[in-house]
């Protein structure tokens, strides 16, 4: 990638304990269990660029997205923005948070029923410094003009908007903090068809005008087809590819990633491709299988090697990246 790194995180690990009573663990002699919901991942994003993040539910990436922006606390691996790793230490914190946001895939539970746009919006100014009222208010009325929003709905509580206007009321918020890197995660998912176009186009705008860089997460492969410069595909915690959108979706290497591409409808018959009907869901995080971890599902699996080895991710030109025995 010719850009310049903004942020990455390196060697990447969430992992969540459940944790079994001391009775059971005394009758049944289980241990505890691990769920292991990224596992290992190494990921660049690019200056001003929009990578999109697809997988099916369940595949680790709204962990993923929330390990980099440290609203988890990563098991094990580090992120750095900027060059410069995430520091617990108070001030460095606060403008880490400060530079990364996250747009939050429901607008219907992620906004306070009981406060207005006004308390909405003036929280982060707070914590941005801005402490003058006047200048508050004045930022805020600058912000709901950004996001498509008129005046008057500074004083609307939330069960007042549709479900587009909510999601811009989110996006404002995220944008209050001035931030550099917003991961949007499944922004338009819970939206009407008609209203998506809408939020996505809205999305566009803020990154050109404020020089934004997304790290967008969707299982709608059109939407990211649309968004996004780059395209990771995650698997079961691992990401297993990752390329230029139209070089991606046009040569996918992954078996995984040809499965999903190929579900895509496409009206034109001379173009569709040969539907690839995966088997089963994807396994349990707390149960992750051996080797290649796709193995179980994969239609392309050659022998032993796939169940045994995990595969190491290669690089085929065009910054498209691997992870599958297929390619050594
Ligand atoms: Fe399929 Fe083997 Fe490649 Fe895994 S490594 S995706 S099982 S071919």
Known sequence: MGGKELISGKNLHMHFTIKRSFLTKALTKKKDLTVRAVDGVDISIQKGETLGLVGESGCGKSTLGRAILHIYKPTAGEVLLQGEPFSTRRDKAHRFRQKCQIIFQNPYSSLNPRKTVRDILSAPLIIRGVKNPLDRENEILMLLAKVGLSDYHINNYPHQFSGGQR??????????????????????????????????????????????????????????????????????????????????????????????????????KAERRRRIILQGDVPSPINIPSGCRFHPRCVEKIGSICEKVTPNTTNHGHNHQVACHLYK
Do not use: W
Request: overall charge negative; hydrophobic content about 50%; glycine content about 2%.
């Open 167 to 268: 999601q811009r009321v989110g996006i404002a918020r995220a944008l209050a903090m001035n931030p550099i890197f917003v991961v949007a995660d499944e922004p338009v998912s819970a939206l009407d068809v008609s209203v998506q176009a809408q939020v996505i186009n809205l999305l566009e705008e803020l990154q050109r005008e404020l020089k934004l860089t997304y790290l967008f997460i969707s299982h709608d492969l059109s939407v990211i087809y649309h968004l996004s410069t780059r395209v990771a595909v995650m698997y079961l915690g691992k990401i297993v590819e990752v390329g230029e959108t139209v070089n991606l979706f046009e040569n996918p290497l992954h078996p995984y990633t040809r499965a999903l591409l190929s579900a895509i409808p496409i009206v034109n």
